[in-house]
């Protein structure tokens, strides 16, 4: 019997080490994002920086895309954000700016990449904690690098520390997504000083939000504070009572720091005023929303084109509505397309619930949808964030997750018993827990034996 002049490489093997190749692929992703966004701000080289990581990035994730990545394993959110993208081009035939519209589509084009990137990035790996722990990171480095002293007292100073803020909403949006973040982290972390050091970050990226007094921000805090104890907390616990009473608790807790905040701080006092209609700001956006709506309601099919909300309503702002400005500048089908791809998101995250049952992989699916909730939430009241890199990073995270978990419930739904293996490890914390996914050896028995049931139905 004559042996192979080649060498054979097990099937177990050749899982692992692509699983490894995808997971550090997920490092480098949210490292870029590190980057970017908390060591570049205050460098004039920042744009170099920017365009040579994009370079790089894009050169390791080419091989492996090439041999992994198919025209019909694209997700389906980054098609409709795709398809969004070609009809706003089409205002090109209507818009009077240009110039503008240009700058704008380029813009949409750049973030719609990012997103099918990174979820394609995490639907193979699930590493989503990296780019979780990039965005507490950029929060931290904002907050101690805003140059004052930490002190309650700057959250109730009459002249706030918000004047002397470069960009008082992105510096609270980050902050934010900084708190999600590190919620998000909690669960990943296996030792005590780890957790401590994310309860921590948490705390500060809190603290950052009432400073840079983003009703925003603030709105994404209250998101959190209703959604993360009834998603994550209630649905992810082993016993159910103590998890009921637990979430309870952290409500209470919530609604006792609502009302310090309302009373005591100035974040609580702008909050106020603007839920009353008594500032300025205020009435001027709820104007705007209604020039919007007239915009959208004389040309609903194709808007006034992208980025021309400006011109069109002869004020030179944006809408500070996402709904409203997508309406007014790509018309009826654009505002379809794009609330399509969150309403695909939700639906394939909410249908893997059914199926998985692992605490870990169950918490990251709420996570994400805590996430979606956010943006859509956000950019109802005030937030474009479909022009927004750190809300395309954070939307590109929740559609990587759903992926991901459609894989693990596709899985479990064959009957296949479900762990966290030793790989892939990818280089960070000791002490953290890795991702969770599915024997490759088990789910080949799966197929198989030609049974697998998902979505109620089985098929042999």
Sequence with gaps: MMSSPFKTVPVQKVQSREDRRWSRLAFLGALYYLIVYALATKSEYNLQIVWLGAALLGLIMVPLFAQHVRLSSLPREGVLLGLFLLWSSTGYFVVEERYLFGRYLHLLAELSLIVVGISLILQHSGAVKWFHLAFLIVAIAAILSFGEPIAMSSLSAVD??????????????????????????????????????????????????????????????????????????????????????????????????????????????????????????????????????????????????????????????????????????????????????????????????????????????????????????????STPNFLSKPSMFLLATAVGIAHWAEGVARTAAMGIPLAVRPGPIPPGFPGWARPFQPFAAGAANGLASGKCAWNGRTKE
Excluded at 200 to 213: D, E, N, Q, R
Excluded at 223 to 246: E, H, N, Q
Excluded at 346 to 360: E, G, H, K, Q, T
């Design 160 to 381: 706030p520390m918000r004047a002397e803020l470069e960009s008082a909403n992105a510096f609270g949006g980050a902050s934010a997504i900084g708190v999600i973040s590190a919620l998000a982290l909690l669960p990943e972390a296996r030792r005590l000083w780890t957790r401590a050091a994310l309860v921590a970050g948490g705390i500060l990226a809190f603290y950052g939000v009432l400073l840079s007094a983003s009703r925003t921000a603030f709105l994404t805090l209250l998101v959190i504070a209703v959604c993360w104890p009834t998603l994550c907390l209630a649905s992810t616990g082993r016993f159910k009572w103590t998890t009921l009473i637990v979430s309870g608790a952290v409500l209470l807790l919530a609604y006792s720091a609502y009302v310090y905040i309302i009373q005591e701080t100035y974040m609580g006092e702008r909050f106020s005023k603007s839920v009353n209609m008594e500032d300025n700001s205020t009435r001027i956006r709820f104007d705007l929303a209604i020039t919007g709506l007239k915009i959208f309601a004389n040309n609903p099919l194709v808007g006034c084109g992208l980025g021309q909300f400006g011109v069109a309503s002869g004020t030179g702002y944006y809408a500070h509505n996402e709904f409203v400005e997508i309406a007014a500048t790509t018309g009826l089908p654009g505002l379809a397309l794009y609330y399509s791809m969150y309403a695909v998101a939700w639906r394939r995250l909410s249908r893997s619930l059914r199926v998985i049952v692992d605490p870990l992989a169950r918490y990251r699916v709420n996570i994400a949808r805590v996430s979606l909730l956010i943006l859509v939430i956000t950019g109802l009241v």
